[in-house]
């Protein structure tokens, strides 16, 4: 009764430690027994059971059950406007194929786009309409979606494709005002306006983008083609056309999401709302498309396309035009197609809210931040910090507030302008997000591009250089911007 009274006991290092010992344990086990497999389920099995064993050493230290079943549901259900996302992109792709919109991208990339500047031009399309939507998201999973299944025909690699996607639509949505993380991160360390921020990040933006520009040109030039030549892809897009009616009416879904997202619109509604109009669309430019996805003969069609949008939207379109190619690129989508993925983020988000609820987070970066004597260790540390937390935590978020609002303090003593942490924190937090299988993000990309997240992590180029770009200014001390003493001391706490 007395230790009740007392409440919870702080966590000591090795009661910190033994969860993520556990956790790294259990996904190496996991990853080396079922490979790019494990996200289909072994990898939930192992968060889950990371999570059961945070709240049991959380117990130990006096917290409630009730305590962390509370904080497990606090943290699902900051991620539910991201689940609903992930939901309506499920849903659009399903029709987006019903409608013919992707394969309409694709029957043009195709004719436009040449195998050798092929990884080269998706990762600057991507970056545009990225900056343009101020969406990853939605970026890979419209266009990358299409740029995927253009790969196979072109005779390139999907799994560097699905790379040239997460470059350039992480590029482009940090690099755009109506990005989340860019006006979430620069409000969390005060002292800096989202333009300030973005200027910030275009030093070591510019040259990790061009970088990795230059990379994709050097693989395509040097890609084996040898398997696509011209009369292949005009045998490709004659398949297509005879399945789909390949016009320009297709890209309206496209057109509309640029409106709704320039027009910042919630973005669910937004989404959702282009899903449907795309189902719309497609009992009217694809009537033949429709009927056999329904495959009711007799049936009315005003019945049948209402089945349509609904089926599509719910379990994705499945093509049975009997062209093996064809119905295996595009039968694609739907929100239980996002299922599994969905699966990942709660227990990620499970074992990540036992971990902060439970005060072992902290009680790890702490000890981290004291040893941060020097400004070029401090941003170092807050580097590892956002890093670390995207593994650990497995959502975005945590690894770019957490630092943002631990770190203001330190940087403000040191001297150091508030745009190298909101600037640190963008370049490792949020671009790693996406190469780690377990977390939202990672989890994410490989659910829509269909790639495994192990699979094109190697060859999302800007998304591993950018970081390495900051690490390298904070080393070499080049652009570390100091404030001069009077703001220092204005931020400083008093």
């Known amino acids: 009764m007395e230790a009740a009274e007392r409440g ?62 509370a ?25 987006w194929n019903l409608s013919g919109t992707i394969p309409t991208v694709v029957s043009y990339g195709i004719e436009v786009l040449r195998p050798s500047i092929f990884f080269l031009a998706v990762a600057i399309v991507c970056a545009l309409i990225g900056a343009i939507t101020g969406s990853s998201w939605t970026t890979a999973g419209t266009l990358g979606v299409a740029f995927v299944g253009m790969a196979p025909i072109l005779g390139v690699s999907e799994t560097i ?108 509604l937004s989404i959702l709302g282009v899903a449907l109009f795309s189902g719309v669309l497609a009992a009217f430019t694809q009537p033949d498309v429709v009927r056999a996805f329904v495959d009711e003969p007799g049936q009315n069609y005003l019945r049948t396309s209402i089945e349509a949008i609904y089926a599509a939207m719910a379990t994705g379109f499945v093509s049975t035009s009997g062209n093996e190619a064809i119905d295996s690129l595009f039968s694609r989508g739907g929100m239980a197609s996002m299922l599994t993925t969905v699966w990942l983020i709660l227990g990620a988000l499970s074992f990540a809210a036992v ?7 902290d009680r790890l970066i702490r000890p981290v931040v004291a040893r941060a004597r020097s400004a070029t260790r401090l941003i170092l540390t807050v580097a590892a910090t956002a890093i670390g937390l995207n593994i650990l935590a497995g959502d975005q978020y945590i690894a770019v507030v957490m630092p943002s609002r631990i770190f203001r303090v330190e940087f403000a ?21 996406p190469l780690v299988p377990w977390n939202s ?14 699979s094109y992590a190697p060859w999302a180029l800007f998304n591993i250089l950018n970081p390495l770009v900051a690490i390298g200014y904070a080393v070499t001390g080049f652009h570390v911007e100091r404030l001069p003493d009077a703001a220092a001391s204005d931020l400083a706490p008093k």
């Open 8 to 69: 919870p006991r702080e966590p000591t290092l090795l009661d910190a430690v033994l969860p993520v010992i556990v956790l790294v344990v259990l996904l190496a086990l996991t990853l080396a027994l079922f490979g790019v497999g494990a996200t289909d389920g072994p990898l939930q099995v192992a968060l889950f059971l990371s999570g059961g064993f945070a709240a049991l050493m959380a117990a130990k230290n006096g917290h409630t059950f009730d305590a962390m079943r």
């Open 71 to 95: 904080a497990a549901v606090q943290g699902v259900s900051s991620a539910m406007e991201a689940i609903f996302i992930l939901l309506a992109v499920g849903a659009l792709i399903g029709t």
């Open 161 to 268: 494709a699905a790379g040239a996607v997460v470059s350039g639509a992480y590029c482009g949505d940090k690099m755009s005002f109506l990005s989340e993380t860019t006006i979430l991160v620069p409000s969390l360390v005060g002292g800096v306006t989202t333009n300030e921020h973005i200027r910030g990040m275009a030093w070591t933006v510019i040259p990790a983008f061009g970088a990795s520009l230059v990379a994709f040109l050097v693989i395509g030039l040097n890609e084996d083609v040898s398997g696509s030549s011209a009369a292949a892809v005009e045998q490709a897009r004659a398949a297509i056309e005879s399945v789909f009616s390949i016009n320009i009416l297709n890209l309206l879904p496209l057109v509309l999401l640029i409106v709704v997202a320039l027009r910042r619109l919630p973005a669910f």
């Open 355 to 361: 971990m902060e609820q439970a005060g072992f987070l």
């Open 413 to 433: 003593e040191r001297g150091l302008a508030p745009r190298m942490l909101s600037r640190t924190v963008e370049d490792t937090g949020t671009v790693t997000s």
């Open 441 to 454: 993000c990672g989890a994410y990309m490989s659910g829509v591009l269909g790639v495994p997240t192990l």
